[in-house]
């Protein structure tokens, strides 16, 4: 289940607001600029479907979105325990970073949890099957799958040469460890 949970960015345990109710995590990350929704499809692809099986089952979304977006390229990713050097690739992604375009993502199979620092507090998203996320460019986050990931997810680009970090060198993501 979709869960947004907010802190104060120099309190890590303490909770400012939780709730699991997709508008209304819609409307609290609206009010950051991020972009939530859950997608109703008819088609979910199995698992363990090739990348073209997946971008075709939501190719009538991936359009619309890349219209909107301006975006020039959509993949899929897939992270689970088989997945090369994951311990490296999860400390990458774990370290506070931002993007010279939005970070888009769509849930299609698993969860993980986008955790954003904005004025002040700390956004932990909780993303699952069905929901899409967009980061806007410049705005500080780290991402995290688990210890034990099993996540498919869409990733659309406006740059076509993919996934480029910034890290910030904050080490805010330790503090807040994804709940």
Same mark, same amino acid.
């Given at each position: 289940m979709s869960r947004l949970t907010v802190y104060r960015d120099d309190s890590p345990e303490a909770i400012v607001r939780r709730t699991e109710d997709a508008a209304e995590i819609a409307a609290d990350l609206r009010g950051i600029g991020v972009r939530f929704e859950r997608w109703d499809s008819?088609?979910?692809?199995? /698992?363990?479907?090739?990348?073209?099986?997946? #971008?075709?089952?939501? /190719?009538?979304?991936?359009?619309?979105?890349?219209?909107?977006?301006?975006?020039?390229?959509?993949?899929?990713?897939?992270?689970?325990?088989? *997945?090369?050097?994951?311990?490296?690739?999860?400390?990458?992604?774990?370290?506070?970073?931002? @993007?010279?375009?939005?970070?888009? /993502?769509?849930?299609? @199979?698993?969860? =993980?949890?986008?955790? #954003? @620092?904005?004025?002040? @507090?700390?956004?932990?998203?909780?993303? *699952?099957? =069905?929901?899409?996320?967009?980061?806007?460019?410049g705005v500080p986050h780290w991402f995290d799958a688990g210890l034990e990931p099993d996540v498919v997810a869409l990733r659309v680009f406006t740059d076509t040469t993919g996934w480029v970090a910034r890290y910030t060198g904050d080490d805010i993501a330790r503090q807040f460890p994804v709940t």
């Amino acid at each position: 289940m979709s869960r947004l949970t907010v802190y104060r960015d120099d309190s890590p345990e303490a909770i400012v607001r939780r709730t699991e109710d997709a508008a209304e995590i819609a409307a609290d990350l609206r009010g950051i600029g991020v972009r939530f929704e859950r997608w109703d499809s008819p088609v979910v692809p199995p /698992r363990d479907a090739t990348p073209d099986e997946v #971008l075709a089952a939501y /190719r009538p979304y991936l359009d619309g979105l890349m219209g909107e977006t301006g975006a020039g390229s959509a993949d899929v990713v897939r992270i689970n325990a088989a *997945t090369p050097n994951l311990p490296a690739l999860r400390d990458k992604f774990l370290s506070e970073h931002i @993007h010279s375009e939005d970070e888009v /993502r769509f849930f299609v @199979h698993g969860w =993980g949890n986008f955790v #954003l @620092h904005v004025g002040g @507090h700390v956004y932990d998203v909780r993303c *699952t099957e =069905g929901d899409l996320i967009s980061v806007p460019q410049g705005v500080p986050h780290w991402f995290d799958a688990g210890l034990e990931p099993d996540v498919v997810a869409l990733r659309v680009f406006t740059d076509t040469t993919g996934w480029v970090a910034r890290y910030t060198g904050d080490d805010i993501a330790r503090q807040f460890p994804v709940t």
